[in-house]
């Protein structure tokens, strides 16, 4: 392995959400920190009974494994996000796939994931409002 490109390497990403989150004490946590996902954060949610049933629940808990930091919360996961305002969760969808997208030799960020009609994607989330 070449040393030099896993100095250069990133696989977290800081981001500031559009609105912020607001916990249940009143506090607004709007920075935090995603990694680039797995195959396993793509692959396993979709056995999960909630995406088998709306599938475009997959985005909730994608996010909420790939999302390791979200201000001062312990922990980030499927309820957090699913209390996200809307343009945020949008906001986090796009980071996600602008982070994942296979870059080309020539640098070039291609989309890593063909999007079916159905809303639902390979290798990836569904665009939201389409599952």
């Known amino acids: 392995m070449d040393r030099n490109l896993s100095q250069s390497f990133r696989t977290e990403f800081e981001f500031s959400l559009p609105k912020g989150y607001v ?14 996902a797995t195959a396993a954060d793509e692959i396993l949610p979709l056995r999960d009974p909630r995406v088998q049933t709306n599938p475009a ?15 001062g919360m312990s922990q980030v996961d499927t309820q957090l996000i699913e209390s996200l305002f809307a343009s945020d969760l949008e906001y986090l969808r796009r980071l996600y796939e602008e982070i994942n997208a296979a870059e080309e030799p020539d640098g070039v960020l291609e989309p890593k994931a063909t999007i079916f009609g159905n809303g639902r994607m390979a290798g990836g989330m569904p665009t939201l409002g389409e599952a």
């Open 23 to 36: 916990d249940p004490g009143g506090v607004l946590h709007k920075s935090g920190v995603m990694r680039l």
């Open 57 to 71: 629940y997959l985005t909730v808990i994608i996010l909420a494994r790939v999302i390791t930091r979200l201000g």
